[in-house]
DNA sequence: GTCTATAGGCAGATAGAC
DNA sequence: GTCTATCTGCCTATAGAC
């Protein structure tokens, strides 16, 4: 993990990314090491010399896709646009996620909660607590400079456009269609913009 | 299953019960026919006399939700509310299966929709399907009588409702938190009140 | 309709050689 | 860091007695 390697083939590296498609195609009850293995040609002794347990996993699975959600809420915050279109460009992560067939991996184990070790858990929990966080913040910036008009306080209405989004992605990937979830997406941000 | 039963004591209908329960709260890859048998105190080749395979019992499943939905809404229709109060009725029956500490059973196995078998996929989209065609129902109803006021297409609406609701649900149970639901909720139907 | 017994497979995980 | 081999336990499902 550590020195000169070449940082995106490394056998650790390669496990998070084909474990992170299937638990967001999957869920976290639906592989497993089997799975992982018989994908990167290695045995799953192998992926246990990386990962010790599939918590472990799990865990390192959810810091690695929160860390690189940060970095694109940063690259937003970065292109100093105006606060409709930063929503406009949160909404299109989750778009994008799901032009990969794939759901949310945090919405996704949001489901397994229930099933789930607690360390798993606390992640999920701060993963959608620093999303709301940030819209809040948009959203505030909005209602100052007058080109959002809120009905409820910034932190519902955040809470509201990440359950709204989380749950048009887990509606329209059975139907597999795009367009069910840009439509309800925007429907979601066009009752925020200022009349 | 037929005859004069006790009608809610049969085996059969409690396996159902319990499965039910296990769905929505853990998933479909979550239990296991062992955890039903022993909650009823019977043994596993039971239940395989009543539900001979796992996708049948869920078959069984969404079947069973499916009608006792249709159920609901045909007692909202019957009340004969108006389609602000229609609305509001039908995110209730949302609300009562958080309060339930559940999820929706076909927004649990719409997460796990890649994993399941194809009989199961089916029932899982004519549920949505269902959902969607009854509210588009009332929003027209709404629009026609002047008490709603849609932005986008009665369809479009409709859907953004259900999978509003469904997001809604997602998020807050693993922080089990009613009040968040019933917020996003209000949020999702005050956009759609008549000015 | 429920039981005992069991098949056959896959799960997560570990020991120890190389 | 990867392998072979193996453990233990659980999974869905079936056969056949009662």
């Known amino acids: 993990m550590a020195r000169a390697q070449a940082a995106n083939t490394d056998t650790a590296t390669r496990t998070l990314d084909v474990a992170e498609r299937l638990v967001q195609t999957r869920g976290f ?31 390192a699975l959810i810091e690695r896709y929160a860390e690189r959600f940060r970095e694109r809420l940063g690259q937003i915050d970065a292109g100093g646009a105006a606060p ?3 929503l406009a460009a949160y909404a299109d992560i989750y778009a994008s ?16 909660y229930e099933t789930l070790p ?3 858990r606390e992640a999920i929990l701060r993963f959608f607590d620093e999303s709301e966080t940030w819209l809040a913040d948009v959203l505030e ?3 100052a400079d007058g080109s959002l008009r809120l009905q409820g306080s910034a932190r519902d209405e955040g809470r509201a456009i990440v359950s709204g989004l989380e749950g048009a992605l887990l509606v329209a990937r ?10 309800a997406a925007a429907s979601l941000l066009k009752r925020l913009a200022a009349a």
């Open 174 to 183: 059975p139907y597999a269609d795009v367009d069910r979830f840009e439509t």
């Open 97 to 112: 996620v799901l032009r990969d067939r794939r759901m949310c991996l945090c919405g996704m184990l949001a489901a397994e």
């Open 118 to 120: 607690e360390p798993i």
């Open 29 to 59: 009850n639906g592989f497993s090491y089997a799975d992982i293995a018989a994908e990167l040609g290695v045995t799953k002794a192998s992926l246990h010399y990386h990962f010790a347990s599939k918590t472990e996993l799990g865990r």
């Open 84 to 86: 409709p279109a930063k």
């Open 141 to 143: 910036q909005g209602e």
